[in-house]
């Protein structure tokens, strides 16, 4: 099997993924707007907190500052959480039931063989090389850990390395086919392209 069909299929799934992860940058840039424009809110509450500071404006400004800042934190680590549960649902719901995913379908490929349990652990494996390490190592970025998150970053690039570059090895197996007993290989023509194309013949 041509290694080019394996790279282009898992780059369209690849496709698919970095699509959704947009749309959720989107909808978080959003909430998080809504934070800072929803002012009533924060300055019922600024305002509050300025009375019953006993004349410590810095300190009651740090509170609704850091509150804010939590609060955004949050939805990005929602986000990011909704990306690798869409990711690994993707993957699992099209290795299930189809035995292959979009990208796949669109090269002509199958994961074999196909049951709910080799989807779940192929879907896992997948999802943690292609999004939840890179997830994790974005959130530690956010929340200040600047070395820890380098850390994982590197750690998530070694995984992705470990799974992606089999693959342009044409018959060669990923990490995540190995970890979960599968393989990727060709369909077969359908009877009904077969009898369509023996009846033009």
Request: charged share 15%; with cysteine.
């Amino acid at each position: 099997m041509p290694a080019l069909r394996r790279a282009t299929g898992r780059l369209i799934d690849f496709a698919l993924v970095v699509t959704a992860a947009a749309l959720l940058a989107v909808l978080t840039f959003d909430r998080m707007s809504a934070l800072v424009t929803d002012v009533p809110e924060p300055a019922a509450r600024g305002g509050f907190d300025l009375l019953t500071s006993r004349g410590d404006v810095l300190d009651a400004s740090a509170g609704l500052g850091t509150s804010l800042w939590d609060k955004s934190v949050g939805h990005v680590r929602q986000a990011f959480a909704l990306l690798v549960v869409a990711a690994f649902l993707y993957q699992w719901a099209c290795l299930a039931l189809a035995g292959r995913t979009v990208g796949k379908a669109l090269t002509g490929l199958k994961v074999l063989p196909r049951t709910p349990g080799r989807a779940a652990l192929r879907a896992a494996v997948t999802t943690a090389t292609d999004v939840a390490v890179y997830a994790v190592a974005c959130v530690l970025l956010v929340q200040g850990e600047v070395l820890l998150s380098v850390l994982v970053w590197l750690v998530a690039v070694a995984l992705f390395l470990l799974n992606a570059l089999p693959v342009l090895g044409g018959r060669r197996r990923s990490l995540a086919d190995r970890v979960a007993g599968t393989s990727v290989a060709s369909v077969r023509l359908s009877r009904f392209a077969a009898t369509r194309r023996v009846g033009t013949s």
